[in-house]
């Protein structure tokens, strides 16, 4: 089986697929390696490494795609805009795997199914313990959580510890991060190590002692439920109602911080609108919050994707692919999750399509989305376009 690693089209994107260092795992178990030249430059990994590696380089994207029966990327299909000038140069049969978005783009699934791909999207990776090693959505959230905690310390006009100086005392930055999933806890972690008093707040109560054994207060609303989680692992969207009284009881939380870092998501859908124009008013002039779910809404109303702007004296930032700024590491990491993933999608040499953690992430294969899920989200859109006469795709 041959494996393509194309460049990356996103606009921006600084991560690669597969990493030199895996080649050589990779090879044993029966695969060839094909890399685009330059694929590796903005990550820190040149050529001449793949070439080390053993991986066939060449200037050309079609021949990439035209020998490889197995193409790997990062941002692909409904997570890159440019995808269309790949989708003409898939095949039928080819084995397509990588960040699909397949549930917030949908209508992009169809597609890959028309050309014959059977398409892996890892967003669907389920939460089990035999997934953890393939979970690129922890690895790079590993990434945005630390990186989101910087970005608020350089902008923040105060230093994070408590320094005791010839001319006085400067008082510990406060954070607070909402959210205790693998960004917020690595947003936690690091915002402690940098010295910072720091409070965490998650609707599953069961993150509690995560929240505490990393040295910050866990802030209890009285509103943690058990139900916040689905089977699955990933989180569960609630009402209306109940977003209005988190948003009140948040407030008081919000404005004793200096620092604020949001990272509430819910796959397929808009990201839980948790802080408003009102509650970032009440928040103290000079004041950072870091909305890690820009991409998909935002948690703050204020939130402008990609932006970073000021408010009420509060500057509120809204990153996109936060962990293509780290792209060595978070290249290093996604490419260990793929291997890990390969190796299991072709036990003993061939197709794995038995096992729970491959059927969770297929989502195209024989010319149908088989996807359950997806297949829900598009009959969605279908019904909504319907009825509106509308394009019920937009974001």
Same mark, same amino acid.
């Given at each position: 089986?041959?494996?393509?690693?194309?460049?990356?089209?996103?606009?921006?994107?600084?991560?690669?697929?597969?990493?030199?260092?895996?080649?050589? &795992?990779?090879?044993?178990?029966?695969?060839?390696?094909?890399? !685009?030249?330059?694929?590796?430059?903005? +990550?820190?990994?040149?050529? &001449?490494?793949?070439?080390?590696?053993?991986?066939?380089?060449?200037?050309?994207?079609?021949?990439?795609? +035209?020998?490889?029966?197995?193409?790997?990327?990062?941002?692909?299909?409904?997570?890159?805009?440019?995808?269309?000038?790949?989708?003409?140069?898939?095949?039928?049969?080819?084995?397509?795997?990588?960040?699909? !978005?397949?549930?917030?783009?949908? !209508?992009?699934?169809?597609?890959?199914?028309?050309?014959?791909?059977? *398409?892996?999207?890892?967003?669907?990776?389920?939460?089990?313990?035999?997934?953890?090693?393939?979970?690129?959505?922890?690895?790079?959230?590993?990434?945005?959580?630390?990186?989101?905690?910087?970005?608020?310390?350089?902008?923040?006009?105060?230093?994070?510890?408590?320094?005791?100086?010839?001319?006085?005392?400067?008082?510990?930055?406060?954070?607070?991060?909402?959210?205790?999933?693998?960004?917020?806890?690595?947003?936690?972690?690091?915002?402690?190590?940098?010295?910072?008093?720091?409070?965490?707040?998650?609707?599953?109560?069961?993150?509690?002692?995560?929240?505490?054994?990393?040295?910050?207060?866990?802030?209890?609303?009285?509103?943690?439920?058990?139900?916040?989680?689905? /089977?699955?692992?990933? /989180?569960? +969207?609630?009402?209306? *109602?109940?977003?209005?009284?988190?948003?009140?009881?948040?407030?008081?939380?919000?404005?004793?911080?200096?620092?604020?870092?949001?990272?509430?998501?819910?796959?397929?859908?808009?990201?839980?609108?948790?802080?408003?124009?009102?509650?970032?008013?009440?928040?103290?002039?000079?004041?950072?919050?870091?909305?890690?779910?820009?991409?998909?809404?935002?948690?703050?109303?204020?939130?402008?994707?990609?932006?970073?702007?000021?408010?009420?004296?509060?500057?509120?930032?809204?990153?996109?692919?936060?962990?293509?700024?780290?792209?060595?590491?978070?290249?290093?990491?996604?490419?260990?999750?793929?291997?890990?993933?390969?190796?299991?999608?072709?036990?003993?040499?061939?197709?794995?399509?038995?096992?729970?953690?491959?059927?969770?992430?297929?989502?195209?294969?024989?010319?149908?989305?088989?996807? /359950?899920?997806?297949?829900?989200?598009?009959? &969605?859109?279908?019904?909504?376009?319907?009825?509106?006469?509308?394009?019920?795709?937009?974001?």
């Amino acid at each position: 089986m041959v494996i393509g690693v194309p460049k990356e089209t996103y606009p921006g994107e600084r991560r690669v697929a597969m990493i030199p260092a895996l080649l050589p &795992s990779l090879h044993k178990a029966g695969f060839e390696v094909w890399v !685009e030249a330059g694929a590796g430059e903005s +990550a820190g990994f040149p050529d &001449s490494e793949y070439q080390d590696g053993g991986a066939h380089l060449t200037p050309s994207r079609d021949e990439i795609f +035209a020998q490889a029966d197995i193409i790997l990327q990062v941002r692909t299909a409904g997570s890159n805009p440019r995808f269309e000038e790949d989708l003409p140069r898939l095949r039928s049969g080819q084995i397509l795997v990588g960040l699909m !978005e397949p549930l917030w783009k949908a !209508e992009v699934m169809p597609q890959l199914a028309q050309r014959g791909v059977t *398409a892996f999207a890892l967003e669907l990776m389920p939460r089990i313990s035999r997934a953890q090693s393939m979970d690129v959505l922890s690895s790079m959230a590993t990434i945005v959580g630390y990186k989101a905690v910087l970005l608020a310390a350089v902008h923040l006009p105060r230093m994070f510890p408590l320094l005791m100086t010839a001319a006085g005392t400067i008082q510990p930055t406060r954070v607070f991060v909402i959210g205790a999933g693998v960004a917020g806890l690595q947003a936690i972690a690091t915002a402690r190590r940098l010295g910072a008093i720091v409070e965490g707040y998650d609707i599953r109560p069961a993150v509690k002692q995560e929240v505490e054994s990393l040295g910050a207060k866990f802030v209890s609303l009285g509103l943690e439920s058990e139900e916040a989680q689905e /089977a699955t692992g990933y /989180a569960r +969207a609630f009402d209306e *109602a109940f977003y209005r009284r988190q948003q009140q009881l948040l407030t008081s939380v919000i404005a004793r911080n200096d620092v604020v870092i949001t990272t509430a998501m819910v796959p397929g859908q808009r990201a839980p609108l948790l802080i408003t124009r009102e509650m970032v008013r009440t928040m103290r002039p000079g004041s950072i919050l870091v909305d890690l779910a820009a991409e998909w809404g935002g948690n703050c109303e204020l939130t402008r994707p990609g932006e970073t702007i000021t408010e009420y004296g509060v500057t509120i930032m809204g990153p996109v692919n936060l962990a293509s700024t780290v792209p060595f590491h978070a290249s290093q990491l996604y490419s260990r999750n793929l291997a890990n993933f390969l190796h299991l999608l072709f036990k003993e040499g061939r197709l794995n399509l038995e096992d729970e953690i491959t059927r969770s992430t297929l989502v195209t294969y024989e010319g149908e989305v088989v996807h /359950a899920r997806v297949k829900d989200k598009l009959q &969605s859109l279908a019904s909504k376009e319907g009825a509106t006469g509308g394009d019920a795709n937009a974001r």
